[in-house]
Nanobody, 121 residues
Framework: QVQLVESGGGLIQAGGSLRLSCRAS????????LGWYRQAPGKEREFVGI????????YYADSMKGRSTISRDNAENTVSLEMDNLKPDDTAVYYC??????????????WGQGTQVTVSS
């Protein structure tokens, strides 16, 4: 049974920082690409970023480059998203995702339930 459970969302003022976490039940954990998507109100889900199976490579959406860090701890079965300099348009539900080996990160295999991030002006 696969579960991805996000935590760490909340209300943050613009310019602040936030760290989201996701705990996964995936086995073996290290064979999956892990990452994050988000969905703003009234909009479709969009890609945020991913981390490779061993955490050695990351790829971010343009809006996240330079102010976000995705990290994974395979011993603890967690992946995190740290965001700095938050903006009001970062307001969204953030989803943890997992991609099988040889899978396509644009078509994630597993999704969490999401955690709300609201950035005030």
């Amino acid at each position: 049974q696969v579960q991805l459970v996000e935590s760490g969302g909340g209300l943050i003022q613009a310019g602040g920082s936030l760290r989201l976490s996701c705990r996964a039940s995936l086995r073996p954990f290290s064979y999956f690409t892990l990452g994050w998507y988000r969905q703003a109100p009234g909009k479709e889900r969009e890609f945020v970023g991913i981390s490779s199976w061993n955490g050695g490579a990351t790829y971010y959406a343009d809006s996240m480059k330079g102010r976000s860090t995705i990290s994974r701890d395979n011993a603890e079965n967690t992946v995190s998203l740290e965001m700095d300099n938050l903006k009001p348009d970062d307001t969204a539900v953030y989803y943890c995702i997992a991609v099988k080996m040889y899978g396509n990160y644009l078509q994630p295999d597993y999704w969490g339930q999401g955690t709300q991030v609201t950035v005030s002006s």
